[in-house]
């Protein structure tokens, strides 16, 4: 029994004990007892399907089961796993970089103050694979005295340019260079030369204490191993070498 039928039986009961009478008339309820928000007394003799209607509110439309289903939780990577996978990828990268290069430690300060007695730097063997020598680039060579032997020197004339040294300014093809990598220069040197076709000229940053194309002439093109880029150590002096 719900609870409509409930309140009908109680009117019921309370009417039967009446005098008798052949008929019971229930009056209509106003409409505005049941749509109104308002808390208002109910009718005794109210209809039990509109009791139940009111005592259990509107009825609600089905949910569909689209509507019924939880929406799917998404999950985030925390930022710390985020940041701890990149530094993982730039170890690695470091790594490959270092494996397919080659890792040298110079000996000697003829190419101060860019690049000190034993500094760890990194040899870019297949640069010039893919692009010619270009003047100002730090290369390491064969020593052509001693090929067995690895220099480390800066290029300054390429094959077919004049060059001239005078009080320790350096001219290429007529035209004195601007050189800010260099901290001390040689003022007793004077030379002028050509530059032989698959020959370089180098010399050292450190002209006063420098064993380069002074000494021991050009270098041959196929005696340049490498172009030097990066220094690994010390770490407070990593990075790009200029």
Not at 64 to 76: F, L, V, Y
Not at 119 to 126: N, P, Q, T, W, Y
Request: a negative charge; hydrophobic letters at 40%.
């Amino acid at each position: 029994m719900n609870a409509g039928d409930q309140v009908r039986g109680d009117a019921a009961s309370t009417l039967q004990s009446e005098e008798s009478r052949s008929a019971v008339e229930i009056l209509p309820t106003e409409a505005s007892h049941l749509d109104t928000g308002e808390l208002s007394e109910i009718p005794a003799a109210l209809p039990a399907a509109a009791l139940a209607t009111t005592l259990q509110g509107p009825a609600r439309a089905p949910e569909s089961p689209i509507d019924a289903e939880p929406a799917p939780a998404t999950w985030h990577r925390p930022r710390w796993r985020r940041r701890l996978a990149g530094l993982q990828l730039g170890c690695l990268a470091v790594l490959a970089y270092v494996a397919l290069f080659n890792v040298s430690v110079v000996r000697g300060s003829s190419m101060a103050p860019g690049i000190h007695d034993g500094d760890r730097i990194v040899v870019d063997r297949f640069a010039y694979l893919l692009g010619p020598v270009e003047r100002g680039d730090v290369v390491v060579l064969k020593y052509p005295l001693d090929p067995s032997l690895d220099y480390i020197k800066r290029v300054i004339g390429l094959p077919g340019d004049e060059i001239l040294i005078d009080h320790g300014d350096v001219f290429v093809n007529g035209e004195r260079i601007d050189e800010p990598y260099v901290a001390a220069t040689d003022p007793l040197t004077r030379l002028c030369t050509r530059v032989l076709p698959a020959h370089y000229f180098v010399l050292g940053d450190n002209r006063p204490r420098s064993s380069d194309s002074r000494e021991f002439g050009q270098v041959p093109m196929d005696y340049v191993r490498g172009r030097v880029e990066l220094r690994l150590w010390p770490l407070e002096r990593l990075g790009k070498i200029q």
